[in-house]
């Protein structure tokens, strides 16, 4: 139903910038939240951030509070996640997911995710 693929992933140095997108396809009846989750190499998958149909509700995990940027373009059925200050402990592939059920809240949780890309990867030196 939805479709998402990330791009965007690389190489930087600690403290550098890098900035993901999440391009979204498929027919959808209804409007659906779209968030960004990393998995580190022997970690389990991260929430990192959320955002509402309409942009106008975000939420972040408290390690990216600060720096890193969550956004989206309706009009492009796109999603951006801004990074900024990278650090080492950013490292992980990001993934992107929808989740299409009806909530009072934006979900946190991996599991309330219906669909997920492909995942990119964000590797920070130092």
């Known amino acids: 139903q939805v479709q998402l693929v990330e791009s965007g992933g690389g190489l930087v140095q600690a403290g550098g910038s890098l900035t993901l997108s999440c391009a979204a396809s498929g027919r959808t009846a209804s409007s659906y939240v779209l968030g960004w989750f990393r998995q580190a190499p022997g970690k389990e998958r991260e929430f990192v951030a959320t955002i509402s149909w309409s942009g106008g509700r975000k939420a972040y995990a408290d390690s990216v509070k600060g720096r890193f940027t969550i956004s989206k373009d309706n009009t492009q059925n796109a999603m951006y996640l801004q990074m900024s200050s990278l650090k080492p402990e950013d490292t992980a592939v990001y993934y992107c997911?929808?989740?299409?059920?009806?909530?009072?809240?934006?979900?946190?949780?991996?599991?309330?995710?219906?669909?997920w890309g492909q995942g990119t990867q964000v590797t920070v030196s130092s």
């Open positions: 997911a929808a989740d299409v059920a009806t909530r009072l809240r934006l979900s946190t949780t991996q599991y309330d995710y219906d669909y």
